[in-house]
């Protein structure tokens, strides 16, 4: 994948985590804050993002995939991702 | 949108009576006994409580609530790490540990809180639970609750135990789960063959000990007694609310470590109040009694000889077992439910059991015995079984 | 298994880790009954110190109160100490569903079911009553069991923003076509202190056809003007589908929790909420106990009152003196403090001072919220109030943080 689009990619991704779940302005995230090892995400409310995901890139992510793990930073949500625009 | 919610629900309280298996209470209006007084006013005997040691409404018991009461007053109003620990809490702790031969042990509002949230703490998807099929189902909600990666094996089947070991041998950590008695048939764990799989493959113990402590071996510590496996178990949970009292309460007691990260992580226990004081008081004074004198559980284990024996000779199918429950076998699930009601209008109180709580046609009424029946109780309760079993032609 | 060896060194480790985070939770054992004034050993095995006590959820001041102590004498004699049983094979007495009646009364609902607690209560109730088929949408500040309920339900779930009702409309669209809907919330959130907007939350509930269910163990008893709870305080009582809450905190304070709602709803719990079925209910003598704190409760609003007079008081005063606060209407008053350490070591100065009140950090709180949490009881007199306030003055001057701005206090001890 381009250098443009990628970056692309991980600013929308950013700017959705922000607008979803950060509600302190005081925090700022960026593309390798932990998301939800540091408790900005809990699992409880991946659901919207896998969602999101789901529906801009046009993808499905098996429930087996979205780990916690996975889903711990803007980087780890776009590698993500990338597999399964790949495919 | 609770109409359209309230048509979803009636229908399903429907199907559950239709399949006959609504649960209807009874009301009890004495306090809990040998024998009890229901609403309707009629005085039964009561033979389906763990009441085992018949310390329900002893009065030592009572009395050291009541002295509680004076000193440490009524409730905690806090978990325990905010300010909700008396010294109380602390004293019996100690106390249990020392009734078990343990390392330490940590309070829990319920032994289904104890079993809820022992296993999240301590292991992670790196590790492996092997559970017995007929494990109680707090332990089956505390295994959800965690991430390891689950075997199960046949009720007290140790080939089976062996091959889900074997199995098991690519995870970390190991966890055999057993409870100590098995509530609906009265078995008692094959402890000492667990072990022994347990030191070949690796694996720690964890027993639950609610329907054996007190009980089980002769001064009542269990199945660790019964198979001189004292202070050899890693894990032990125990209930206060069955043989110990009754009330309320439930604890983990072990090794040193496993406590001390089950009061920084456990959940039950961090987010909800321990046990209050009069309980944990009355929770040390049992302890003292037990150690005190072995009168309770002789007269306990004394009275399920006594029960089993006859019945046996009277022609029942009664699964045998070293606990103080005995399953009256009856195979039916109507059949079941009909000698319960015979029985009650006889003046004994007992409960049939059918699937799903047991497997299908393996219907039955699980008599519990405890150190509260006198020889007379017990007589007349196995008169009228013979004269009910008779009626129904289930005596051999 | 080897246990002295790979496993008790991995356990001994990830302990050593917890002590080294400073988050190791060290208890403090109480040696009175649970009041305004306690005698707590603290480390193990020191001398019993005398401290006001500033964080219980002893809101009522129940906890040890004469005619309660009394009730619970009195049930002991009348009806034992134990069942040993659960509800449905002989657990059952008179006063088990004397008390259902009594809170289905008091919170205006329909019926009413009892738990061991209300951490049993929450872990029980979502299974019971949801399928896969069904959506769960939860406040993100829901307390701990409500999550471990949700954990044990196969239903899907969501959350919305706290307190963010356009967020939570947001969701209640997304999920639109589930067939139940269920909006979970507590009634006044337990660490920040301020109340759900239950009213709003009724209006978007009917608008999408969801059902709400509202965990108010932090109100029942003195939230609203006679304390019944966060549904009166928003005027929308008889309109909760489900509400859960505890006798462990304003009400008595010992044990027991239960699920008030629907009828339906607490008939299905009573046949397939498991920490029902398969534990033992509330002990007679505890809920002998919980019937005398409803008496007490009916027949006057002068706790609740006094509870309502002593928040302001201990809230104003903390204000004046420079502390910053959340903003709130409860007794639950968060002096915050926003680095985890200071929260530790302002809550020892405090201890040392006589003032018992705890410090709370990441997990508990957000990363960088960290906080002294101070719980108002109607057990509190003046003295004890005015006590506390120049103790926490004086600990604030030491600790230089009194008028500070957050962005100060953030700058001199960091985030």
Redesign the interface.
Known sequence: MEENNLNEMKELVLKYVISEYI??D??TITYETPLIS???V?S??M??LL?FLENKFNIKIPPSKATPEAFDSVNNIVALVNQYLNQ | MYNQYQDHLKSQIREIKDAGLYKQERVIVSPQGAEITLDTGQTVLNFCANNYLGLSSNDKLVEAAKKALDTHGYGMSSVRFICGTGDLHKELEEKIAGFFGTEDTILYAACFDANGGVFEPLLTSEDAIISDSLNHASIIDGVRLCKAQRYRYENADMEDLEAQLQLAQEQRFRLIVTDGVFSMDGNVAPLDRIYELAERYDAMIMVDESHSAGVVGETGRGVTELHNLRGKIEIITGTLGKAFGGAIGGFTTGKKEIIEMLRQRSRPYLFSNSIPPLVAAAGIRMVEMMTETNELQDKLHENTRYFMDRMMKAGFDIKPTQSAICAVMLYDARLSQEMASRLLKEGIYVTGFYYPVVPKDQARIRVQLSAAHETAHLDKAIDAFTRVGRELGVLK | MSYSGKTKDLYLSLLSDIRNGGIFKEERFIHSSQAADIEVEFPSGSDLKKVINMCSNNYLGLSSHPEVIRAAHEGLEARGYGMSSVRFICGTQDIHRELENRVTEFLGTEDTILFPSCMDANAGIFEAILTSEDIMISDRLVHASIIDGMRLCSAQHDTFKHSNMEHLEEKLLLHENKRIKLVITDGVFSMDGDTARLDEMVRLCDKYDALLLVDDSHASGFIGKTGRGTHEYCNVVGKIDIITTTFGKALGGASGGCVSGRKEIVEMCRQKARPYLFSNTIAPVIVSGVLKVFDILSASTERRDKLEKNASFWRAGLKDAGFILKEGNTPIVPVMLFNAKLSQDFSRDLYNEGIYAIGFFFPVVPNGQARIRTQISAGHEMHHLQTALDKFVKVGKKHGILGLTKEQIIEKYGQ
């Open positions: 509600d302190d005081d925090v540091s408790g900005y809990d409880f409310s659901v919207s969602v």
